[in-house]
Structures are given as structure tokens and as C-alpha cells.
């Protein structure tokens, strides 16, 4: 499976069990994967177009993840930050797609599945 698959199960195991009320960051154990998650999905949002990538599915993926938390403001905002960072840090160092660019891609694709994996063995129930 790819890591837009995972992330799509993840998303929809969010769903299942949440309450449709925001979420408080407290009350929510998988907080710091989810931080980690936005700012990789920042990261292979801004490298994956930088090598090509056109329909800009990463932040359609963040956009929903936001919509499927439900979080409050403030802990919304700290998603969104996390997300903004990712996109920042590489935007600051890479202008071309180049081989290191294509390695973190590949790099971040991986541990992208794995938290995402992790978070849906852990909290999915």
C-alpha cells in the first residue's frame, strides 16, 4: 500500500472514533504523532511538486486530516504550523528537484506510513 492509502484508513479510523466534537489536545493521545504526520505531509507537499507532482493531493490529504480531527482552534493552529514548517524547511533548501530531494521524499513517504500505521494499530479502535 502507498502512504496516501494508509493515510486515507487512517483518516477514515479517525473518523470512526471521534464524537464530531473538537478535540482537545489533551484528550488526545496520538497528539504528537499527528504534529510529526502534518509536518511530513508539509515536507512531501512542497518536495513532491517541486519534482512535478501537480494535483497537490498533500494538502487535500491535511485539509481532510483537519476536517477529520475536528480540533479546536488552538490545537488547529499547531497542526497547521506543523504543517507550514514542513513545507518551509525544504522549500528554504531545495529550488530544483535533485536526487537528495527525491531521497527525502522517499525518506519521509516511509516514516509517514509507519507513524500512520502506528497511530491506527495503537488508537484505531
Not at 507537499?45 to 475536528?70: A, Q
Not at 482552534?73 to 504550523?81: K, L, Q, T
Request: with cysteine; charged share 25%; proline share 3%.
Amino acid at each position: 500500500m502507498t502512504f496516501k492509502v494508509h493515510i486515507v484508513f487512517a483518516i477514515v479510523v479517525l473518523m470512526i472514533s471521534a464524537a464530531g466534537t473538537p478535540a482537545r489536545a489533551e484528550n488526545v493521545p496520538y497528539e504528537k504523532q499527528l504534529l510529526r504526520l502534518s509536518e511530513i505531509l508539509g515536507s512531501i507537499h512542497y518536495l513532491r511538486s517541486l519534482c512535478g507532482e501537480k494535483d497537490g493531493g498533500w494538502r487535500v490529504e491535511m485539509e481532510t486530516l483537519l476536517k477529520t480531527e475536528n480540533p479546536e482552534p488552538v490545537r488547529r493552529a499547531r497542526m497547521v504550523a506543523s504543517f507550514n514548517r514542513g513545507y518551509r524547511a525544504f522549500s528554504s533548501i531545495y529550488k530544483n528537484c535533485t536526487h537528495s530531494a527525491t531521497a527525502a521524499i522517499e525518506r519521509y513517504m516511509r516514516e509517514g506510513e509507519i507513524l500512520t500505521r502506528d497511530v491506527v494499530v495503537r488508537y484505531g479502535n
